[in-house]
Structure formats: C-alpha cells, structure tokens
C-alpha cells in the first residue's frame, strides 16, 4: 500500500511533533523552525515554505488560505489527506471538499453543538481524539464511536530520572491556562521550584534537549494542566518521575493517588505531598518506578504509532 501524503497545519508543538513522528509522508504547511525550541522536526517531514521568516509566527486564518491557493503549495493535487487540529482550522475546510480531512479534536468545548453536527455528517471528514472524556462524550451524546488513540512516547528517548531535583512542572501561561495556578504557587513557596513557560519571555527559552535534561533531574511533577492530561505529564511519567496533581477532570487515569503520586484539592495537601517527595527517598523512587511503568505499558510510542498509520492509511489510501 502506497503511504498516504499528508498536509498538516501548525498545531501544539508537542502534539503536532508525536504526530509527525508516524513515520508517514508529512508536509508542514509552514517551515518547522518556528518550533525549533518546542521539539525537533522528524526526519519524515517536508517543509512547504521554503524558509522560516518572522512573519510566519503572526499567520491566521486568512494567510493560511492564500498559502493553500498558492501554485507553490500545489493544493490540492499534491495530498491524499489534511490533518486538523483547532476549530479555525475546521472553518478554513469547512468549504474546501477537495481532499479528505482528519480532525484532531480533544476537548468537547473546542467546538459549538452545531459545528459538531456538521462535521459529524459530513463524508469528506473524520474524527480521532486521544482524550477519553471526548470519546466517551460522543458515544453517550452523539451516538458516534471515534477512533481513541493515547498518546505514546518512545521509553529510550526518556531515561528515568535521577530524582536529585527538585519540583518541576511545565506549562505555557500557567497563570492563565493552569486551573490552580494562586494554590499551586503558595503550595510550591520555598521549595525548590521550576516552572518552564515557552511563553514567558523573561525566560529564557528551553530547547527538547533542556526539558529532556530537566524530567531526567527533577525530584517530583507538579501537573496543573487543562483537564485529564497534558503531554509533559505522560512525558513526566515516561521519565520516572512521581506526580503531584491538582484534582482536575479525569486526572486519576494517570495518578492514581498512593500508587505513582498524589491528587490533592488545596494548597496545603499539595505543599505537603511534595514535602513527602521531597525529603522520602525511598518513596520517591517507588512512585518513580510505578509512573515508569504505567507509562511502557499504556503510552509506548510503538501502540500510538501503529494506531496512527491504521488510521491514515485507510483514510488516504
């Protein structure tokens, strides 16, 4: 079976980089260097643009448009599916039936009811999510069963952490996007305490290479993210580390609470299950192992691979 050519649009880095890393004949409808911070470009991805320019960081909807009627770009000829993400990227289809379509969609409140009952009904598109909560949702609501793929994350990429740091956790504007962010920065006061936003521009930006560096030394993670999970947790487990999170939609799937870490509501049971981290060795390590565990056995990047090229293949075959 001939590989499908697939057309991505710029996406979350982290998932737009597992993605790519399907193996399968990938162009970027961009150049990749605007992520080169975020994660590195599979060997599998083509750049369409032949060169990163600043602009290209400012591009919206209606430039994306004039790229995909742009000569150069040769769309729609030159693709047997487009893989989507956000809802803008959902509108911008929305009237192109050239090409099929795959949309990658987490959370139920990405999109309006209506907009969920056309894409639905629609042949030219199809519907794949790695979040349960959607998938569960479109069962019970829409009567519909889509494709559930978690994530997955190759173990020799992530060697288990020598826990001699101390908490860390990752987030893009936490202070905005966190659900706890006022408790988990008086949970976190005094401790030995790092936060990495690629967003922040006070701080200086954290190449793969230097989060990889950071999950390989941290003592515990600290998850604060949107509901159920964020790849840096799956990336915290796969590197051993044991978790501390806030109570947020869904989280237990993957910290179950005295197995591989603790959920906790306030500040206070926050601050003293990393205090326990934090001074308990022996208890660290074991939390360590079992999040280690968890992860080669429910998010092993050979599942997630095999899932997606299924997936693909049989849409753009």
């Known amino acids: 079976m001939t590989d499908p050519n697939i057309l991505i649009l710029p996406t979350h880095p982290g998932v737009q980089y597992h993605f790519c890393r399907s193996g399968l004949p990938i162009h970027f409808l961009g150049h990749w260097d605007q992520f080169h911070w975020w994660r590195p470009k599979p060997a599998n991805v083509h750049n369409v643009l032949p060169a990163f320019e600043d602009a290209q960081m400012e591009f919206g909807p209606a430039d994306f448009a004039r790229l995909l009627d742009d000569p150069v770009v040769d769309y729609p000829a030159r693709y047997d599916l487009v893989w989507l993400m956000f809802n803008w990227q959902f509108k911008l289809f929305r009237e192109r039936r050239e090409t099929k379509k795959l949309y990658r ?33 479109l069962r ?19 060697v288990p952490s020598t826990l001699e740091g101390g908490v860390l956790s990752i987030i893009h504007s936490w202070q905005d996007r966190g659900w706890h962010f006022r408790a988990g920065m008086e949970a976190t006061e005094g401790l030995p305490f790092l936060h990495v936003d690629h967003l922040n521009p006070e701080q ?17 993670y600290l ?15 796969m590197s051993g580390l044991p978790l501390v999170s806030f109570r947020i ?3 237990e799937r993957y910290v ?18 990393l205090r326990l981290l934090l001074e308990d060795d022996a208890l660290a390590a074991k939390m360590g192992a079992a999040s280690r565990a968890m992860a080669e056995r429910d998010y092993h990047e050979a599942r997630w691979r095999t899932q997606w090229q299924e997936i693909l293949r049989g849409l753009g075959g």
């Open 249 to 251: 939609p869904g989280i």
């Open 105 to 137: 969609v987490a959370k139920v409140a990405e999109l309006e009811p209506h907009e969920w009952d056309e894409l639905l009904a629609r042949d030219d598109f199809s519907v794949a999510s790695f979040y349960p909560n959607t998938v569960q949702w």
């Open 140 to 158: 019970e609501e829409k009567k519909v069963d889509v494709p559930y793929v978690p994530l997955g994350l190759d173990p020799d990429e992530y």
């Open 223 to 237: 998850h604060d993210g949107e509901q159920e999970y964020t790849i840096t947790l799956i990336e915290a487990m």
């Open 256 to 273: 179950v609470h005295g197995e591989n870490g603790f959920v906790g509501q306030s500040a206070q049971e926050i601050r003293e299950h």
């Open 204 to 220: 200086p930006p954290y190449e793969y290479a230097d989060l990889k560096r950071e999950l390989g030394r941290a003592r515990v």
